[in-house]
């Protein structure tokens, strides 16, 4: 059984940096698609950033560009999102998912499988 947990969110100052991760068990095949989402209060979650495995193809968000950064250690199916010059409008909960085998990777939710619960990212002006 696939299960992903996510961590590292928490609250910073506008301006700041943060690294979020996700730890992913159960995954016995490959290759496969690991993305982060987000979703604000009273809004759509978006997509942020997906990799596949082996880093070979990664896709982003328009916002995500540029101040994002996402990585995974397939060794052990870890996953990271390293997130710069936070805006008070990344404000969200922040959510990890992996696809079942797949070669292409988007930021489309559709594509996902398996998701966790989320970690909160504040972001104080």
């Known amino acids: 059984q696939v299960q992903v947990v996510e961590s590292g969110g928490g609250s910073v100052q506008a301006g700041g940096s943060l690294r979020l991760s996700c730890a992913a068990s159960g995954v016995t095949y490959g290759p496969n698609c690991m993305g982060w989402f987000r979703q604000a209060p009273g809004k759509e979650r978006e997509g942020v950033a997906a990799?596949?495995?082996?880093?070979?193809?990664?896709a982003y968000g328009d916002f995500a560009q540029g101040r994002f950064t996402i990585s995974r250690d397939d060794a052990t199916n870890t996953l990271y999102l390293q997130m710069n010059d936070l805006k008070p409008e990344d404000t969200a909960m922040y959510y990890c998912?992996?696809?079942?085998?797949?070669?292409?990777?988007?930021?489309?939710?559709?594509?996902?499988?398996?998701w966790g619960q989320g970690t909160q990212v504040t972001v104080a002006s």
């Open positions: 998912a992996i696809s079942r085998g797949r070669w292409w990777c988007s930021v489309r939710e559709d594509d996902y499988a398996y």
């Open positions: 990799i596949r495995t082996g880093a070979a193809h990664t």
